[in-house]
């Protein structure tokens, strides 16, 4: 069994944006922690619901329908399918979970998909 | 869509410890807060491994090795079919994720199961 991880920790030695880490697996399921900061890409994700927790910060999911605004402790589910564009003005920390193998661009691709890694 | 969620704001209107609140849900598993205190009983999972991430307090939970302790921000899975009894000392609080419709007092059963309830 893996030892318990400390999600600032992770955070703080994670050198990118929008680079997601890998801290633990539920099922078919990822927990992945990520530090963001500006504007993501609009996208999708086919197969799997998606959810926010801001870990620290705060932050924004622009939808069709406009924005949701996310603080600290605030949990949030993208439905699966659902167009969105996460962003923050200033760095924000947040944890994820979704279905493993999830690319973090979706549907859209393109250069600022990450590669899966653990932390 | 469900509005963002307030972590805090939900386990503050839980008058129950030991009595999770579900706060989402991603593909087939849930997203629960709990409050806990004191020692629950000795159980496992046999179809769901369980998260456990720390929102605020310290707990720890007692395996056939010994015991794993968690501090606020950290964040531990507890595999399928593994034997764990959660405790905390003072009133601790969390954030789970498992497969949804998993009791809390998994094979174990008894008077302290708790129902499934959306926060």
């Given amino acids: 069994m893996r030892p318990p991880v400390s999600l600032a920790e992770t955070l703080d030695s994670i050198p990118e944006t ?34 926010f927790d801001v870990v620290e910060g705060e932050m924004a999911i622009d939808l ?15 439905p699966r399918g659902v167009e969105h564009r996460p962003r923050a003005e200033r760095e924000c ?13 979706g549907d859209a691709g393109g250069a600022r998909t990450a590669p899966e890694r653990w932390a």
Avoid: C, M
């Fill in 64 to 78: 069709e329908d406009g924005p949701v605004t996310l603080r600290a402790g605030d949990l949030y589910v993208v």
């Fill in 18 to 51: 929008w680079s997601p880490r890998i801290v633990g697996q539920v099922n078919d399921a990822h927990l992945k922690v990520a530090r963001i900061e500006g504007e993501f890409v609009w996208h999708s994700h086919p197969d799997t619901d998606e959810a």
């Fill in 93 to 105: 920390r947040i944890l994820l979970f979704e279905r493993a193998g999830t690319p973090n661009t």
